[in-house]
């Protein structure tokens, strides 16, 4: 069952429409933004192709619209209500266009993200333990979260993984696997240099916007770690 | 029962000329960049194979020599299909590297959550890149959302210098060079690649087999001229991918009128927004390949599409939805045609929908041999031993 | 323990809390304190998977974390209501980290603590009617309908 999506002029009213200017100014001084976007005809082929589309009342195409008319109210609205429906498949960068909605997306998010907004957090919402796992681990999903109340709809099967979990893992060929709390074994020198990345790179404070509680205890394994690597001047703050 | 055939047009040859290709080859501007000293670019070792891409390129594909980069949700969830891609380069005897100096390619976080920036997810292809060179390996990625995301991340550093400039600096901060291989190779082109010898290995008959072939959204659609073409296969209109090495091993591919769709894992939806992905998956894929061809089996090459596609069934079953095809990968499939053991190697067990029925069809005695699998667990229960080792798994 | 119940959610008397962080304090006779999670917070936690504390000897600083908790849905920290240096901390949720959804004033004990300037920081926590008060208006404001016990939890009658 879809929820419409309610695309009235001014549904932000308590935003003031320089804010919303200010935050379509971002997206378009983005690097990828004169790549990822060349004007739309309005074709439709991207939302034919796309998945999301058949599931919410999506449209990459609106979005592609709204971007190439500078539509900076529309924008703040898909910005907020429609950017998190789409599953980053990219069968929509078959646009004649060569547009790819699916990055303008992308760009949409990081900008939503950097600047807090609600509606970020709330779609990130019990999402939380998997940023923790791939910034504090180097890996993205480990064999410890094949519980059965994280995944309640994967059936009996799920219980089945999580009961013999510590043989089947030592049950696996690969050196590399004989691992439950990670996918893989990953050195400590390359979590070390993971963490640097991430602090040279800003992504902390993105963190930040998303989940206090989050950031602070990544920073907190971050910095111990770092410190007992020898890097005592870097800090999050 | 309706059985698709696989159709190639009969009277006129569609063939993709590369100087007629309407997308750039990447491959010249690398190698004019590292000319221009601004990163270095190992090449393909040889021997090398060699494939079609989509405007009629060649790609290398490098034999032996390959750096693993690892998939999380394979070797978290499904670790049987990282365990087949080994399992197949001990097979050939072929020397390969499978590195703990290795971080998730991070895309799945980044495309489900964007937190995250370019600048980050660069510096994070580009260390992997620098680890696989500096003990002189070459890398083969084992995701597709990897494959994917890091031939974006190869567009976006040439052609963005201030992007490259930062992460040349990052990479100088580490202490590593700036590295970009002269391909981005997929595991499942090795594979497709390696067709020929592993059906000359071929124990197990699968004439008798239908399948349906699943695309990865990511291999294809993503940077859509970097994926594997071949003009007798589909007649080049479709990527040729995992449908080359199913014909083969003898295997019948049935076409479905849902073929382009994405399986509907969503990156963020498959953890949160469960529903999505599990309507998509059973409704637009899993139902209309049962209700067209009726396949033994459905088979794909990436670790989000195996996941959506298998577990999504156990829900919609409830939901008296038309399920229970069991799902493997290209490689899983490639090994257990040449012999490989079921659950030793292929970790079945790990899978959701059942594929007892599919063993059984091959010739395969699925109560012994999960015996003998079980025999390892206890030992390894009992303290007799530690691991199940490769010696085990090959025995 | 002399204890109230809001909504089923237990608020045990003779603690201190940290109302908004749900941590407790439990002021030993030897000048330590003991530091852990309250019943609305393993509430709102779900059954716990890891609880990992920080190492003894570590110094900490009243609002940063003593222990990062982590359940299926949810991942957060546990935040220290006090400034001090953990002494002591509970090696039985290495094993069993449910102990802080089953008895989340007892066995369930996160850390012990020597305090660095007790005095001045406990007057920034509640306890005893006080406590339940302030409890009462977060549970309403908060919109927490009830606190679920999991099998095995402590009973309060």
């Keep these: 069952m879809k929820q419409a999506l309610d695309l009235s002029y001014n549904k932000y009213s308590d935003v003031s429409f320089e804010e919303k200017e200010r935050l379509m100014e971002e997206m378009k001084a983005d690097d990828r933004w004169h790549h990822i976007l060349y004007g739309c005809y309005e074709c439709g082929i991207c939302v034919a192709a796309c998945p999301s589309a058949r599931f919410y009342d999506f449209s990459p195409r ?48 990081e900008v939503a993200v950097k600047n807090g907004l609600k509606t970020a957090k709330e779609a990130l919402e019990g999402y939380g333990r998997i940023i923790y796992k791939i910034m504090a681990t180097g890996s993205q999903v480990s064999p410890d979260m094949l519980q059965p109340n994280a995944f309640p709809d994967w059936g009996g099967h799920v219980k089945e993984i999580s009961d013999n979990l510590d043989v089947w893992r030592k049950a696996l060929p690969p050196e590399t696997l004989h691992t439950t709390e990670t996918g893989w074994y990953v050195t400590d020198k390359t979590i070390i240099e993971l963490y640097l990345i991430w602090h040279m790179t800003g992504v902390m404070d993105l963190i930040k916007g998303v989940d206090e509680g989050l950031h602070m205890i990544l920073v907190d394994v971050m910095e111990e770690r770092l410190e007992e690597a020898g890097y005592d001047d870097v800090n999050f703050d | 029962m309706i059985h698709l055939p696989v159709l190639k047009a009969v009277d006129r040859e569609f063939e993709a000329k590369p100087e007629e290709a309407p997308k750039e080859d990447i491959r010249e501007a690398v190698l004019q960049l590292e000319k221009e000293g601004e990163w270095i670019v190992p090449r393909v070792p040889e021997p090398f194979m060699e494939v079609k891409t989509k405007f009629g390129r060649t790609k290398k594909i490098p034999v032996e020599k390959t750096w693993h980069h690892k998939s999380c949700g394979q070797c978290g969830h499904i670790p049987g299909y990282s365990t087949s891609i080994f399992w197949l380069n001990r097979a050939f005897g072929l020397d390969y590297h499978d590195p703990t100096d290795q971080t998730s390619c991070t895309a799945w976080n980044y495309y489900a959550s964007a937190t995250s920036n370019p600048e980050a997810q660069a510096a994070v292809a580009m260390r992997n890149f620098a680890a696989a060179h500096e003990v002189g390996y070459f890398p083969i990625i084992h995701c597709g959302t990897s494959f994917g995301h ?160 298998d577990q999504s069934q156990f829900a919609a079953k409830a939901h008296g939805k038309k399920v229970g095809l069991p799902v493997l990968a290209d490689s899983q499939v490639a090994a257990l045609a040449m012999g490989a053991h079921p659950y030793k190697v292929l970790q079945l067990h790990w899978h959701n929908t059942d594929n007892k029925a599919f063993l059984r069809k091959i010739g395969i005695d699925v109560e012994k041999t999960w015996a003998e699998f079980e025999a390892e667990t206890e030992k390894i229960k009992r303290g007799e031993k530690q691991f199940l080792t490769w010696e085990d798994a090959e025995k | 323990m002399a204890h109230e119940k809001i909504n089923g959610c237990v608020v045990v008397k003779d603690l201190y809390y940290a109302v908004e962080d749900n941590t ?117 404001k908060d919109n927490i309908k009830a606190c679920a016990q999991i099998e095995g939890a402590d009973t309060y009658e």
């Design chain 1, 62 to 109: 609106i979005i592609a619209q709204a971007a190439a008319r500078e539509d900076a109210d529309l924008l703040y609205t898909l910005m907020n209500d429609s950017v998190w429906d789409c599953s980053q498949c990219f069968s929509c960068d078959r646009c004649p266009r060569q547009n790819s909605p699916g990055q303008i997306i992308t760009v949409m998010r």
């Design chain 2, 150 to 309: 890091y031939k974006e991340v190869r567009q976006a550093l040439v052609h963005q210098h201030d992007l490259r400039r930062k992460v040349k600096k990052i990479m100088e901060k580490l202490g590593k060079p700036l590295v970009m291989p002269e391909e981005i190779v997929h595991y499942s082109e090795w594979v497709m690649a390696m067709k020929d010898r592993i059906a000359e290995r071929q124990v197990i008959d699968m004439s008798h087999i239908t399948a349906t072939v699943h695309p990865a959204c990511h291999y294809h659609k993503l940077v859509e001229e970097d994926a594997v073409y071949d003009s007798e296969i589909y007649g080049a209109q479709r990527t040729a991918i995992v449908t080359g090495t199913l014909q083969a091993l003898g295997i019948n591919v049935g076409d479905y009128s849902t073929w382009f769709d994405c399986c509907g894992f969503g990156f963020r939806h498959i953890l949160v927004s469960r529903d999505f992905s599990r309507s998509f998956a059973v409704q637009r894929k899993i139902e209309v390949m049962i209700d067209e061809v009726k396949p033994d089996i459905t088979v794909t090459h990436d670790t989000g599409c195996v996941t959506t596609l």
């Design chain 3, 24 to 140: 407790w304090v439990k002021v030993n006779d030897d000048g330590t304190v003991t530091l852990g999670m309250t019943d609305i917070a393993q509430n709102l936690a779900g059954p716990i998977l890891h609880a990992r504390a920080k190492s003894a000897g570590t110094e900490r600083k009243k609002g940063k974390p003593i222990a990062t908790v982590e359940s299926g849905k949810w991942v957060g920290p546990v935040k220290s209501p006090l400034s001090g240096q953990i002494t002591e901390v509970n090696e039985k949720l290495a094993s069993d980290a449910q102990l802080i959804n089953r008895s989340p004033y007892k066995d369930g004990w996160v850390v012990k603590m020597k305090p660095e300037i007790l005095d001045e920081e406990i007057k920034a926590l509640v306890t005893g009617d006080a406590a339940v008060e302030a409890y009462k208006a977060k549970i309403a």
